[in-house]
């Protein structure tokens, strides 16, 4: 087993550095660029108070492993944390090499060049095109966060039935291919959608949405989890909920460097994205225990802490475009949005196990489309009045058009990576593995020691 595990990872490597090597012939002409705009000085305050914010998106990683550990069967808590945690090595790796320049080296409308390759290029003076106040390094270092945690979150939707080798590999694939070519759309200087004019503070599309839409794909492409109820009738709920609550805590706490750090600089900007972030999230996860409590006559710690992530999801790409009166509508909205999404995979029976697509997916769309409607110039000067503002359906068609192009993308690219991984190494493990439970079978430990 184990010399057919090297030899097809071995071909899905060489596959993966020959479509590199594609990308690199293809965009050489870009590495040739003309001279840039002179880069303004190091502002220490922007500079500490981003350092700051990548910490905390730093934490929101270990966060995301609490959240999702909580929800999952105690027999399988060390392999949800793990997937997690592994993103901080594998994403790192990817993003050092070739990830930050292809997501962010000059290159074409789709995608950057590897002229920043290893890093190359990326240090202590400032880039005139990406946060021009603080050390390239700072702005790299920052973004390398959002790139960690997005497949990470991905990782719900195939709980308790994927096998671990693959889904190292499948992170790997889906950062490059996927999500870097996203994040030059959104976030490049040249990015298509960036010259277009659609709005992302902080990760709307490039973030959520992908890994939503990508989450449904795999789940699907796994098929439903054995140990189903429908099946066997074994227990399914979450085995620790207070772990979840510790969980959605620390997302809580990073994602204001997640949302207010988008702002680049510590200012105004920031501090408005902050207050943006926090009204949402309580007003997400008051109004979803409030939709329990009149259909269920029971609000439930699960439900807030699902609201408030889904909450926090909304408001984050329009976090700095909108103002506290439109957050708090964006909560709103997104708590039925999700609640409801979520009683699809009962309806169409696909397993999203711990709520994925329902939360980051049809919750980032909400978000992307309702900076159409809620955006303000008197909050950012740098973007677009939306509809409910003056600016009429022309932010609106844009923000739908970002939408629809993430959604395309993240979902036939995460099917083409499925077909690959299917065929080479296989999606997920034997029956008798899922049964015992994957933290014995697949790294050899358990999270809890019982007494005898």
Not at 274 to 300: N, Q, R
Not at 319 to 344: D, T
Not at 352 to 370: N, P, Q, R, S, T
């Amino acid at each position: 087993m184990f010399h057919k595990f090297i030899k097809s990872s071995t071909q899905i490597a060489l596959t993966a550095a020959t479509t590199l090597l594609i990308i690199l012939l293809a965009n050489a002409n870009a590495c040739a660029q003309p001279p840039t705009p002179s880069s303004p000085a190091i502002n220490t305050g922007d500079t500490a108070w981003m350092l700051v914010a990548a910490a905390f998106v730093m934490l929101m990683t270990p966060g995301l492993a609490f959240f999702y550990g909580g929800m999952v069967r105690s027999k399988n808590v060390l392999n949800m944390l793990m997937q997690s945690f592994v993103a901080l090595g594998i994403v790192t790796f990817v993003w050092l090499l070739w990830g930050y320049s292809l997501a962010f080296a000059p290159g074409n409308p789709f995608i950057g060049s590897l002229q920043w390759f290893g890093l190359n290029h990326v240090g202590e003076t400032p880039s005139p095109y990406y946060a021009p106040t603080v050390p390239h390094q700072v702005y790299m270092i920052y973004q390398l966060m959002f790139a960690i945690i997005t497949p990470a979150l991905i990782s719900g939707a195939i709980a308790e039935r994927m096998k671990f080798s693959t889904y190292v590999v499948f992170i790997t694939l889906w950062s490059t291919f996927i999500y870097c070519p996203l994040a030059h759309w959104v976030w490049g200087h040249n990015g298509w959608l960036n010259s277009l004019g659609a709005l992302d503070f902080a990760g709307g599309t490039v973030v959520h949405i992908s890994s939503g839409v990508s989450a449904l794909v795999l789940a699907i492409a796994l098929g439903r989890r054995y140990t189903d109820t429908l099946h066997t009738g074994e227990e399914m709920r979450p085995h620790n909920l207070t772990m979840t609550l510790v969980g959605t805590a620390l997302l809580w706490f990073g994602w204001f460097g997640f949302n207010a750090g988008s702002a680049l600089a510590s200012g105004g900007l920031a501090s408005s994205a902050f207050v943006a972030t926090h009204i949402a999230a309580s007003i997400a996860g008051l109004t979803w225990i409030l939709i329990e409590w009149s259909i269920y006559k029971k609000p439930t710690a699960l439900g807030f802490a699902t609201g408030a992530v889904a909450g926090l999801v909304a408001i984050t790409p329009a976090s700095g475009y909108v103002g506290p009166i439109p957050a708090l509508l964006i909560g709103v909205g997104v708590a039925f949005i999700s609640f409801y999404a979520i009683k699809l995979k009962h309806r169409f029976h696909y397993d999203d196990a711990l709520d994925v697509f329902g939360v980051h997916g049809m919750g980032g769309i909400w978000g992307a489309l309702a900076t159409g409607l809620f955006a303000s110039v008197l909050v950012n000067g740098s973007g677009s009045n939306g509809l409910f503002y003056g600016g009429g359906l022309t932010l609106f068609i844009k923000q739908t058009i970002a939408v629809a192009s993430a959604v395309a993308y993240a979902a036939i690219g995460t099917w083409i990576l499925t077909k690959i991984l299917s065929a080479t190494m296989g999606l997920r493990v034997n029956v008798e593995d899922e049964n015992i439970g994957l933290d014995l079978t697949q790294h050899g430990e358990s999270a809890y020691v019982m007494a005898e």
